[in-house]
């Protein structure tokens, strides 16, 4: 297993770095297009070089097992009936859990080596951390030393077994969440493995994360970097501190990798913007890809 480039050296000279297109990355396997999070979806997303770079959601089942999916439980994304669908994840067994088709397709809900074994070796999976099995988590925020260290402990089982599974294989891989215990475990646990501290609404506490784990990359939402005049539906909620978050970042040596784009209008304004990687739901918005490596900054 290679780790791409954790120091988050400059890899283009200052005058090339504007021209650089943003790395596509496939979200959930383009949840827009394809069933999200499934063995078909990111076979079809790394088909025929749309893009080198997949991201995944992972979370446990009641035995331990790692299954690729986003919600906590079944009711948006299955079939299952109401009695199971809105029972916890982690609370049912994979048996249970995969006789269920996702959003309905031929497609169940998959184990992580599965995923993994369909993502051909060359290409970079960005394993985004979602739940550990507990609803005692706490969500994008900065903790003091005491709840760290019992978030940390909330989070370390199930990272090791998503983090042997894996670097177990060829990929390049870059880890992320919005959970501080989770990204305080994976840097324990595999120092050496790329993490991305994921932003929600501050900017702050995103930086703070960051810097307390020197993440070799950061991932805002989109309107974070652009401002929201650009989105078709109108002006996005929320305002953002005003900082030129890419600058800040790429000084700091870190990527910057923005999420969830759908229109072309938004990949655009990421690009001029100068972001590292476009994390997209449709694969028509993503630029042909010339970077294969979300964790280098220019």
Same mark, same amino acid.
């Given at each position: ?9 400059? =890899? ?9 297109? &943003? @790395? ?12 999200? @999070? =499934? ?20 979370? !446990? ?17 299955? @079939?299952? &009936? ?23 397709? +031929? ?55 998503? $983090?042997?599974?894996? #670097? ?28 991305? /501290?994921?932003?929600?609404? /501050?900017?702050? =506490?995103?930086?703070? $994360? ?9 991932? !805002?939402?989109? %309107?974070?970097? =652009?401002?929201?005049? $650009? ?13 030129? $978050? ?12 923005? *999420? #969830?784009?759908?229109? *072309? ?15 997209? +739901?449709? !694969? ?9 490596? !979300? %964790?280098? /900054?220019?």
């Amino acid at each position: 297993m290679t780790s791409g480039n954790p120091q988050g050296t400059l =890899t283009t000279a200052p005058e090339q770095q504007a021209a650089a297109q &943003p @790395n596509g990355i496939a979200h959930r396997g383009f949840a827009g297009v394809y069933p999200e @999070n =499934t063995v078909a979806a990111v076979e079809a997303a790394v088909a025929d070089g749309q893009v080198s770079t997949v991201e995944i959601d992972v979370m !446990p089942t009641a035995e331990g097992e790692i299954v690729v999916f986003h919600d906590d439980d079944l009711s948006r994304l299955t @079939n299952a &009936p109401k009695s199971v669908a809105e029972t916890d994840l982690w609370e049912l067994s994979y048996d249970t859990i995969a006789g269920y088709s996702v959003l309905g397709t +031929d497609q169940s809900v998959p184990l992580l080596s599965d995923v993994l074994a369909a993502i051909p070796p060359e290409c970079t999976v960005n394993i985004e951390l979602k739940n550990p099995g507990s609803a005692e988590l706490r969500f994008a925020e900065t903790l003091d030393e005491s709840t760290l260290a019992a978030a940390t402990d909330r989070w370390r089982e199930f990272v090791g077994r998503v $983090l042997d599974i894996a #670097t177990d294989g060829a990929h390049d891989l870059l880890v992320s969440s919005f959970y501080e215990g989770a990204l305080a475990s994976t840097r324990e646990l595999a120092p050496s493995v790329p993490i991305a /501290s994921v932003f929600y609404d /501050s900017v702050d =506490t995103g930086l703070e $994360l960051s810097r307390r784990y020197d993440v070799e990359a950061i991932h !805002p939402p989109w %309107n974070m970097v =652009t401002g929201s005049a $650009l989105s078709i539906d109108g002006p996005v909620s929320g305002s953002f501190d005003d900082v030129d $978050l890419v600058a800040l970042a790429h000084a700091e040596g870190r990527a910057v990798n923005a *999420w #969830t784009v759908t229109t *072309w209008q938004q990949a655009a304004a990421l690009g001029r913007a100068g972001v590292d990687g476009i994390i997209a +739901d449709y !694969p028509g918005v993503c630029p042909p890809h010339e970077r294969s490596d !979300p %964790n280098a /900054s220019p």
